[in-house]
Structures are given as C-alpha cells and as structure tokens.
C-alpha cells in the first residue's frame, strides 16, 4: 500500500515538473521571439539617426539648428542635447501655430519639456525624437533637461521664446533659420 502511494506521489511530481519545465521554455521562446523580433523590425515610426556623423552631414548639422518654416508651410524646430546644453540654447516659435520639435542626442539619453507645456520627450543618441505642439500665450518658457545625465545635469537647460505669429513670418521670410536674437 505504502509502495503504491508513493508512486502515484512520483507520477504527479514527474508531470507537474514537466508541466513547469514547459511553461519556462514557453517564457523564453517568447522572449527570445520578441527580442528578435524588434530588433530586426523596430516600429515603422522609429526613425533611427548615425551618432557619430551627426554634426557632420545631415539634418542635424549646426546649421541646421534651431526654427525655421519648411516647404509645406509646418514650423520645425530642430535641436541637439549634449552633456551639458542644448543647441541652440534659445529656440523661437511663434504663437498659436503648431510647432514640431525634432531632437537627439549626441551622447547621453537627455530629458527635454518646455515650462507649462504639454511638450516633454526624451533625447536618446542614435535615434530622432518628435512630437508636434502649440503655445497658447506669447512670452518665454524655460526648457530644463529632465533626465538625470550626468555631474552637469543640473545646469542643463535652455530657453524657449514664444513670439506673435506675424512677428515670427516676417523673421522667417528675412532668414531661413531662426535663432534668438543674436547678441
Ligand atoms: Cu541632460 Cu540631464
């Protein structure tokens, strides 16, 4: 009798570690599925940028910083976050028009949000990051870097001047690319 139970006992603990042997083996196929899977498909709107010629060649190139108003009439604003300031430091925009923020990173991930704004992203090196928003009031918001990115974190911030609508056509219709007024 004795003998009997315990190979009952035996038989369940057998198919019960198997059972746990298979949810784990599940876990990892599902793991390592998914890693793969976004790493050789990441999401259709990630838009990937090369760290080490990003001030050399293309969209973010120092030139190219800061606001300027594109082809099809959309307001950019395009910057650069590095230990320990953002370029530019002084970014216009214009009032009541939506503006799109497009930034990265050339060393750290760095944080980015403009004063009472719903504005706040991350900048990440190697990747772009956007998002599109409107200011409401004419004046200047302050644009602290959010994410803890070294010894000079603290100091890390720009500004951002708000300006009327007509008042930042004119500018942009005299210069391609906007700056804070210079000096
Ligand atoms: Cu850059 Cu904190």
Redesign the pocket.
């Known amino acids: 009798m004795h003998h009997a139970s315990e190979l009952v006992a035996d038989a369940a603990e057998r198919r019960w570690a198997v059972i746990v042997m298979a949810i784990i083996a599940l876990l990892l196929g599902l793991m390592i599925f998914t890693s793969l899977h976004w790493a050789t498909m990441p999401p259709s709107r990630v838009e990937t940028i090369d760290v080490r010629t990003l001030h050399l060649k293309g969209e973010f190139v120092e030139s190219n910083l800061g606001t300027m108003v594109d082809k099809d009439g959309r307001v950019v604003a395009r910057l650069v976050?590095?230990?320990?300031s953002?370029t530019p430091q002084c970014i216009v925009v214009p009032v009541g028009v939506p503006v799109t923020f497009r930034g990265t990173?050339s060393d750290?991930?760095?944080?980015f949000m403009i004063g009472r704004t719903n504005a706040n992203t991350m900048?990440i090196p190697g990747f772009i990051s956007t998002f599109t928003t409107t200011f409401p009031t004419a004046g200047e918001q302050l644009m602290?870097?959010?994410?803890?990115?070294?010894t000079?974190?603290?100091a890390?911030w720009a500004k951002v001047r708000v300006i009327p609508a007509e008042e930042f056509f004119a500018k942009a219709k005299a210069a391609e690319r906007l700056s804070c007024v210079p000096g």
């Open positions: 976050g590095q230990q320990y953002f990173s750290a991930i760095h944080g900048l602290p870097c959010h994410e803890y990115c070294g000079g974190h603290e890390m």
